[in-house]
């Protein structure tokens, strides 16, 4: 049933067997053929050690790749020293691959091994190449044009003197239009046989926008700008929303990100200003004006100082002597306003009672759980709570690709990089601070030892990756992707995994997928195409679609034989199909993505037919659609094809 990496050592001896089969002219038309591909290899170091340790490269060539520090300029020296091998020593063509067929070589890349089994499965055809183009289209007209020299001046008045009088009218002929326009002119023509008169570009018509002209147009005015305005700040340019500005809401866009007005300030280079409204501007006009003379709305907020409140000098006894002064100073931090108008002591008793009366009012029960979605500006994440520690100790936040501390969390938006992460972090727009304050959240102690306060190296790459399973949610004994932070149980994992034989560094499939998707496909693939295509060449595909679905079934519905849970199943369903029995015939029965596609689909079909529209039928249907989106991304098919 299981698919794991002995598989690949096991077959390796006949597969060097069958290379000797082939003769060295076949290997070097494959080798010449697939230089593209082994050229995109993620972190070719191990490939090329092993071709250096069997002095199949040169050390200049080698260190030349390996000192490459952009990925665009390591493919092309990857490319280069392929093209070197194919040119000055393609009589070890047989040992090059053998040397990258080897079972370490193949558990790291997965190109390699679509290589090989495209090699030794028979599905590459050995047709004759067409030959290089080495000469230009017309090679006589060439050849004449570089043989023969320019003449002199003295040449060509001796070459005039001989010629006859029929050559000597055409020659005139030829001349009369450059003197016949000279003459039109109202000056001189300067022009000769030697200096010919230039062609004149053709005028073509000049689009450009008012706002980049020097015109002052009022742009606010124009009804494509009714939502929206085009904004710039210092050397940064985005789109401002009218309603989101009225309500006091990141109103700014550049790209995928939002910005507060004064957050843009800061993007655009201008903080030095303090005032956004006179530093950014719609064409040549600022935001004041614009809001002066009605164009726009703005809130009005006013600040206070809460700096010698009573509630400010009671934060400090919230927490004992054994939390760090790290809190304690968040804390300060997050009570502590910028200075602005200064209001009577009635005015600050009413905004105190109001704070008080609306921290009272926060439901405490939303907080409840071991973990807590949270937001930092445009970042966001999964806090959980076992794993805190401080805002430098213990990585507690879970984003798609990777566990930060709250501060490096903080980063994630450069934005916020200057301001409190106590402050900027929120849960349900509630910032973290709160949550400390109420004890939702707790400080360890400044002589903590835990292994989430320590800083040896051994414990901070633990917390890189995740306590629990990816797929099934359950502590145990995990195996560590060493590129993402998921972990895996050895059966849970696809292939299944054998702890004995992974080596220093181990990818999952997801990783693997991903990265083999960024140079597969560079066109678009029709789904009958896909559905078509060898199973063997797409196992890896499959797997994480399997993967994806394991891992969304959360009550394990589709995971084992329907019959066992309900004795009367087959009385309604008389093709039952489940996912066990998909990833068990994924190894020996399927011949083409198809027939893997087919055998899917009944599962979600035989769902439908028997549940109807309960939960679990609302579940099947949540469970194909993601199946089908899926599938459509990594084949990269066009959805309007589907």
Known sequence: ???????????????????????????????????????CIEQPHTFLNQLRDHNLIPEDKYQKVIRSTTKHTREKRMYELLDWFETKRPEFINLFWKCVFKDHILQQYVVLRLLRNNLLDGSFSFEKLPEKELTPEDPKKSTEAVGKPKMQKGAREKEGKTMDKGEKEQEAAKKRPCNEASNDREQPCTSSQLTPIRKRRSSKPIFRSPIMSDEDEEIWNWPIYRT??????????????????????????????????????????????????????????????????????????????????PSHLERRCLFDSSQSEDSIAGLEAHSEEEEGQQQSPEENNVAEAAVAESSDETDLSAFKGDCLSVTCGSARGTLYKNRFASGCCGKCIRTEDKWLTPENFLKEDPTLKKSHWMNSIHCQDTPLSFLIEKRILQFHSVHCKCTLCSREPQHLKEQENDDECFICSQEGKLICCDTCPRSFHCQCHLPFLDENILGDRWMCTYCVLNQSLEWRYSTQMDFQAALQKNISDFTLHCQYLLLCLYKADKQRVFVLDPHLAVSFYSNFIKCPMWLDKVCENLDNCYSTVGEFYSDILKIFDNCAEFNKDNDFGKTGAELRNLFEEEFLRIFNINITEY
């Not at 698919?3 to 494959?30: A, K, P, V, W, Y």
């Not at 305005?229 to 401002?240: D, E, H, T, Y």
């Not at 989101?244 to 200003?273: H, T, Y």
């Not at 950014?280 to 006009?285: A, Q, R, W």
């Open 1 to 39: 049933m299981s698919r794991s990496s002995g598989d690949i050592s096991g077959n390796l001896s006949s597969d060097m067997e069958q290379l000797d089969f082939l003769t060295n002219e076949q290997l070097l038309q494959f080798f010449h053929c697939k230089k593209t591909e082994m050229s």
């Open 228 to 309: 929206h305005l085009p904004v710039v700040c210092g050397g940064k340019s985005g789109i401002l929303h009218r309603e989101k500005l009225a309500r006091g809401e990141m109103c700014i866009q550049v790209k995928k990100r939002w910005f507060s007005p004064k957050d843009f300030e800061e993007f655009g280079g201008k903080k030095n200003c303090k005032n956004w409204k006179t530093s950014i501007y719609c064409g040549k006009t600022t935001l004041r004006s614009l809001i002066q003379e009605g164009h726009l709305k703005c809130p009005n907020l006013k600040r206070h100082r809460r700096g010698t409140s």
